[in-house]
T-cell receptor, first 115, second 111 residues
């Protein structure tokens, strides 16, 4: 069974631009979560989607948004990029039996560098 | 607000030793607790998940325990090997299905 895939793996953008990251969950998984990892702040929760609905959102500004499609694939978008948005963005999928996330499986991440 | 702490931040031991990594959390109302490893520049690999109703889980040389009353989880690694060198992270899932992360323990196994 294929794992979680994220595209692109690496991305370089300049301040003020916007970026879209993509995540394809494991087949059959309906919950997708996004996390940001930086050396200073560690891992922080961005948001979680289940059946195309955002169920929870972390403490990030409105520049960070996402969506989930009917096939459970998810995208996250960051608008008006800032230098501090440079990070590894990780996507995780979960089977979500009965709607509750179970074990989370992570993709390899997208490393975003903002210059 | 849930906070997760991992001690020690770094650990270096000779190959073959048994070792324990610690994780503590401030709010016992967790849904589950999961242990991961992360190799440099890579994503996260799930090691063990313990549901809130469970006390421990085992996988090969790894054993994780959970004590909700004291807000603690431990990851026990038996007969450590150089390939175990990595950063180990624990994460507690709260009732909003959000993983709250520790800062990790960087483990180095010396051959």
């Amino acid at each position: 069974k294929a794992g979680v895939t994220q595209t692109p793996r690496y991305l370089i953008k300049t301040r003020g631009q916007q970026v879209t990251l993509s995540c394809s969950p494991i087949s059959g998984h309906r919950s997708v979560s996004w996390y940001q990892q930086t050396p200073g702040q560690g891992l922080q929760f961005l948001f979680e989607y289940f059946s195309e609905t955002q169920r929870n959102k972390g403490n990030f500004p409105g520049r960070f948004s996402g969506r989930q499609f009917s096939n459970s694939r998810s995208e996250m978008n960051v608008s008006t990029l800032e230098l501090g948005d440079s990070a590894l963005y990780l996507c995780a999928s979960s089977l979500a039996v009965g709607g509750a996330p179970y074990e989370q499986y992570f993709g390899p991440g997208t490393r975003l560098t903002v210059t | 607000k849930q906070e997760v702490t991992q001690i020690p931040a770094a650990l270096s031991v000779p190959e073959g030793e048994n070792l324990v990594l610690n994780c503590s959390f401030t709010d016992s109302a967790i849904y589950n607790l999961q242990w991961f490893r992360q190799d440099p520049g890579k994503g996260l690999t799930s090691l063990l998940l313990i549901q809130s109703s469970q006390r421990e889980q085992t996988s090969g040389r790894l054993n994780a325990s959970l004590d909700k009353s004291s807000g603690r989880s431990t990851l026990y690694i038996a007969a450590s090997q150089p390939g175990d060198s990595a950063t180990y992270l624990c994460a507690a899932m709260d009732s909003n299905y959000q993983l709250i992360w520790g800062a990790g323990t960087k483990l180095i196994i010396k051959p």
